[in-house]
């Protein structure tokens, strides 16, 4: 097992260690030819502000939306938390689209960051909101007593207290924008990721894309590390005696409609525009006749490649969680961790540096699913992983112990115990990488086989023609396909704000 979750790392690490080993066989010369030009600068600057605009508004939208949710009045509580929740089922490309084919001024920079903050920021709200759930308001009524109100305890009690899982959401934020390409390349607004998928199609120029993907994966690493700072290894658990109990819930009063009215407001930008499109280009017809035929081979080559990769992954995943929880110590520690820097990555990096991989060593392999089917396993690892790692935790080990005493061996009783056992958690594993993979667009664009179209790839041909009614289908069953993901996040929330 040790063996088998050393090989997941190389494999994971397979795109970092490429990127580095091309920047360190690179001369200054060539490193200042490709890098230091207006061009790089031009990229740094717009991936910089959209960064820093769009997190610190997700950071806002995603408190705020958490702490009216959790901890005030406000009516109707569990719808907000369904409609809050439910953009991380529309893809940022396909809310793109939304927005561009109804209004084709929602382009540059205050477009691009009004259409993805309103993408992302439940990646903020999620966590932020688990976290107020899960405070102890003793430190807040102590604070009350010594005479503070209500904004000097939030900001000095209850803020302090959410700085890891905001720091955690905004990290999301930041790499998911660092991966996006559809919905940016829509809204013309050029990014590092943008200008590296051009590179490679205008010229196939290998040098120029390999550094930029160099400069972005140094931005990757710069987000993870300033993580790491801001967190700071912060803890606050609560070790009092007695059960803890939920906060009281702030009296809203005057403030309740304009509080119930400014979510709505954000459902209707976030949800109401792209599945308003949606409809409106359905309901109009197409601007060319959509055959159901390429409709039908696009999902069926989707639902393939998802179930595959589904497979694959959690495949992988299971003895790097099994290290994890039965073997833990450092290797164990270092092996899960590595699976994170897949996810880390911008799919544009991977699926380059697997192009370069398979043309100078394993030519056969170049634009086949198998490579394709790899490129998903390093990018969605992490989604697999932390599922299989809850079931195995919840699996009672002396079953292991008690399957080798009947003469099984390891692999035997992996198959025969542990795996039924943790059957659940596998299946949410594989449900969360299929979802991803069917949305999936660059590293598909790059990587799948000639001839090959999948749901994204054609909605992407369609909308970038400018073709809305065409590519209307194709976004339509992306989205349904993507609802189960969301219903599995609202239905844990449920779970947990319960009684």
Sequence with gaps: MPVLGVLVALLV??????????????????????????????????????????????????????WLVERTTVPWRGLWRVLLVA?????????????????????????????????????????????LRGLDPALEESAFTLGRGPLRVFWGVVLPQLRPALAGGCLLVGLHLLAEFGALQM???????????????????????????????????????????????????????????????????????????????????????PLGSLVYWLAKGTTSHVAFGPLGVAAATSLGLGATAALVTVALALPVAWLDVRRPGRLATLIERSTYFGNALPGIVVALALVTISIRVVPALYQTVPLLTAAYAILFLPRAVVGVRAALAQAPPVLD?????????????LRR?????????????????????????????????????????????????????????????MVLLSTPATYLLTRDMRRASSG
């Excluded at 112990?401 to 009783?413: E, F, I």
């Design 13 to 66: 690490l397979l795109p970092l260690g490429f990127v580095a080993s091309y920047v360190a066989t690179s001369s200054w010369a060539e490193i200042r030819q490709l890098v230091l030009r207006p061009r790089t600068a031009e990229l740094l600057w717009n991936t910089s502000r959209l960064i820093a605009g769009c997190v610190l508004a997700c950071a806002v939208l995603g408190t705020a939306t958490a």
């Design 87 to 131: 953009p991380l089922a529309i893809p940022a490309f396909v809310n793109s689209y939304g927005w561009v084919s109804l209004l084709p001024g929602a382009s540059g920079y205050g477009g691009a960051l009004l259409i993805v903050t309103l993408s992302y920021f439940p990646l903020v709200y999620l966590p932020v909101g688990a976290a």
């Design 187 to 273: 809204l013309r607004f050029p990014t590092f990721t943008v200008a590296i998928y051009e590179q490679y199609q205008s010229s196939f120029n290998g040098p120029a894309a390999n550094m930029l993907s160099a400069v972005l994966l140094a931005y990757c690493l710069l987000l993870l590390l300033a993580e790491l700072r801001l967190r700071r290894r912060a803890r606050y658990a609560r070790v009092g005696s007695g059960a803890a109990r939920p906060a009281p819930r702030v009296r809203l009063g005057a403030l309740t409609l304009p509080a119930v009215a400014g979510l709505a407001l954000l459902a209707a930008l976030s949800l109401g525009v």
């Design 401 to 413: 112990d008690v399957a080798r005493s009947l003469g099984l061996s390891a692999m035997a009783g």
């Design 417 to 477: 115990v542990t795996i039924p056992l943790t059957a659940p958690g596998l299946g949410v594993g594989a449900a969360l990488v299929f979802i991803a993979v069917v949305t999936e667009l660059t590293a598909t664009l790059l990587l799948a086989p000639t001839g090959t179209q999948t749901l994204a790839t054609r909605f992407w041909a369609s909308s970038d023609g400018l073709a809305y009614g065409e590519a209307a289908p194709y976004a339509a069953v």
